[in-house]
């Protein structure tokens, strides 16, 4: 049952004024808009549930972080019915994303009770040493207390309520203050249900988690300017999130601000590849460039092609597998608008081509196609910008040269791709370090939508793509960013912290 209220540190709290959500289909719902008063509540529980949290045991805080799983899963078939309704994605995508939420709290319990997360060492004492001793020094990492998070549109689950940035948040020891997505507020709040559930069940501090629904934008600003928190988890738009990076920055104590901004993901194809396989690679590329109605934040925008007959032959073949996509509902009526300003950006964009062009009204969105050449892609920055959707623009470079022009060219990425064969490997060599240099994972043969949730996982890269090129937030080292060092010397291994005893 949906009360329309705010968690805060235990309590379901009304606000002074409600928002109605607006679903894609199904029911809409009344729910009440976060203040700055509301978030310095939760904001202060953090901090003061922070020393007792923190202090806890790595087997406490799993146990903690199953639990939510648990709680999740056991709301699966209301939060599936309600996410439909609000997002207008599928039963499928939302049943596959909350079994990546769940996984993600699974691998984060796992993982912190393993020591390789707190960096744990030890340089002994040398007492004898000439022309001076040296301490002993131990150091290891620990949590920097009270964690901001920002829902996001595009994830209702594994980058929102409870998604990633909550979940290694938690791992580390910190409390969490959730400024919930306004485009899924029901979702949020079931979720938030199973959190609260988790938290009596393994008897947390209430602090440990917050979530406060809607508000206009005082509310992030005020969130991101709390004296109590020490570090802000953000996914979303370039505009919003370096407004907020910049508060976080102008802070009388600046804090990290780790945001995940947009990404157009490019596909570069060597000539080897795109003769043999390039009808396979456009099928395959019209599939993860509206997979999602292209609502991912590694939705691959770009293909970058030498042209000549065979890149005659991949935007034949490109338009022939993404005509036959039909209209998708999108998350929001707002995206869907920007979605339909970014095609006409792009469209208006000097020697641009349609390749295919449809239909798009209000919450329903269809496929486009564009073409360009190198020469026009170079000479106009705004081309190389993101459009949240699913819209592809095919470059056609003269050569190998004019690639490596547009790889250096290219700003910060989520992800670049190489579609390559063994005969490609000389040529396109000098391109890879290029593409390291510029994105967070550089792909070979496949496409970049769907992010495994591992150890070895990069999502970030320098910006815009994100504000931290040194993070991620998929993956174990995501938990570094709610982290920070700290040392240890000459300290009696009665006081040091439990896992720098005896190493």
């Known amino acids: 049952m949906l009360t329309g209220k705010h968690l805060i540190a235990g309590e379901w709290l009304d606000g002074p004024s409600t928002f109605r959500s607006s679903p894609a289909h199904g029911e809409a719902h009344d729910f009440a808009v976060g203040t700055p008063a509301l978030v310095d509540r939760a904001c202060v529980a953090a901090e003061a549930a922070f020393p007792a949290y923190a202090a806890t045991t790595r087997e406490a805080r799993a146990a903690f972080l199953n639990a939510i799983?648990?709680?999740?899963?056991a709301r699966g078939a209301e939060i599936t019915e309600i996410g439909t309704q609000e997002?207008?994605?599928?039963v499928a995508r939302l049943e596959g994303e909350r079994g990546r939420t769940t996984g993600q709290l699974r691998l984060f319990a796992a993982h912190i009770l393993k020591d390789g997360w707190l960096d744990l060492r030890h340089d002994p004492a040398?007492?004898?040493?000439?022309?001076?001793?040296r301490a002993d020094i131990r150091m290891m990492q620990q949590a920097i207390g009270p964690v901001a998070?920002?829902?996001?549109?595009?994830f209702p689950l594994a980058f929102s309520v409870a998604g990633g940035?909550?979940?290694?948040a938690l791992a580390a020891g910190c409390p969490v203050v959730v400024k919930g997505h306004s485009a899924h507020p029901g979702t949020g709040e079931i979720v938030a249900q199973a959190i609260e559930t988790a938290i009596e069940a393994t008897g947390m501090p209430k602090g440990v988690f917050s979530l406060v629904q809607g508000g206009k934008r005082d509310v992030g600003e005020a969130l991101v300017q709390h004296p109590a928190i020490q570090a802000v988890g953000f996914t979303g738009s370039l505009g919003g999130g370096r407004a907020l990076f910049d508060l976080c920055a102008r802070r009388r104590n600046p804090i990290p601000f780790f945001g995940e901004l947009g990404s157009v993901n490019p596909m570069f194809l060597m000539p080897h590849a795109l003769a043999a396989r390039g009808a396979e690679i456009a099928k395959g590329w019209a599939g993860s460039l509206t997979m999602g109605a292209g609502q991912f934040c590694t939705n691959p925008g770009i293909a970058v092609v030498i042209d000549g007959p065979e890149a005659e032959a991949f935007v034949a073949a490109a338009k022939e597998a993404v005509g036959q996509v039909g209209a998708q509902t999108m998350l929001t009526d707002g995206i869907a608008e920007a979605y339909r300003a970014g095609r006409d950006r792009i469209a208006s964009g000097t020697g641009v081509q349609a390749v295919l062009t449809t239909m798009c009204d209000l919450r329903q969105a269809t496929p486009y196609l564009f073409e360009?050449?190198?020469?026009?892609?170079?000479?106009?920055?705004a081309l190389g910008e993101e459009v949240f959707g699913p819209l592809g623009l095919i470059v056609r470079v003269k050569d190998l040269g004019q690639m490596m022009q547009?790889?250096?060219?290219?700003?910060?990425q989520l992800t670049c791709t190489l579609h390559v064969d063994p005969e490609d490997y000389v040529v396109a060599a000098p391109l890879v370090p290029v593409l390291s240099r510029k994105a967070g994972r550089v792909l070979a043969n496949g496409f970049p939508t769907g992010v495994e949730v591992v150890d070895s996982q990069v999502h970030g890269g320098p910006y815009p793509a994100s504000t931290n090129f040194g993070a991620t937030s998929v993956g174990t080292l995501s938990i570094r960013r709610?982290?920070?060092p700290v040392a240890w010397q000459n300290m009696p291994e009665a006081l040091l912290p439990e896992p720098l005893r005896g190493v």
């Open 126 to 133: 040398l007492p004898d040493r000439k022309p001076l001793p």
């Open 87 to 90: 997002t207008g994605l599928p």
């Open 482 to 484: 709610w982290l920070r």
């Open 69 to 73: 799983a648990d709680a999740i899963e």
């Open 149 to 154: 998070v920002f829902g996001a549109s595009n």
């Open 165 to 168: 940035d909550t979940a290694s």
């Open 406 to 412: 547009m790889a250096n060219a290219l700003e910060g």
């Open 372 to 381: 360009v050449s190198g020469d026009d892609w170079l000479a106009n920055h």
